[in-house]
């Protein structure tokens, strides 16, 4: 599967910003679908993810009640609503897609990634 991540951009702290992810290829291979972040120096994290059929979503605690995850089957496409955007929040953000997996949250638990969008949040 191939991933097309962008919509991100420099927002001020309190900010929104969506992102969006456009799949293409074998797409019916994917069971979950997640966003992930990496600030510089730092190991990439778990931002939220959702199952591909029936939209069950995950966050991390960082970003639940700020971030939405949402997904439209029918456009192949994941999106990533982000409102009151923090400094912190600052970091590329990468989609990704896999198969099955027990560990949904963790880098390991996809195959494919998209190339990154950068999201910066000034103070």
């Known amino acids: 599967v191939q991933l097309q991540a962008s919509g991100g951009g420099l927002v001020q702290a309190g900010g929104s910003l969506r992102l969006s992810c456009a799949a293409s290829?074998?797409?019916?291979?994917?069971?979950?679908m997640g966003w992930f972040r990496q600030a510089p120096g730092k190991e990439r994290e778990f931002v939220a993810t959702?199952?591909?059929?029936?939209?069950?979503?995950n966050y991390a605690d960082s970003v639940k009640g700020r971030f939405t995850i949402s997904r439209d089957n029918a456009k192949n496409s994941m999106y990533l609503q982000m409102n009151s955007l923090k400094p912190e929040d600052s970091a590329v953000y990468y989609c990704a897609a896999g198969g099955f997996s027990y560990t949904p949250t963790r880098v390991s638990g996809y195959n494919d990634w998209g190339q990154g969008t950068q999201v910066t949040v000034s103070s």
């Open positions: 290829g074998p797409t019916f291979n994917i069971y979950n």
């Open positions: 959702i199952r591909w059929s029936g939209g069950i979503t």
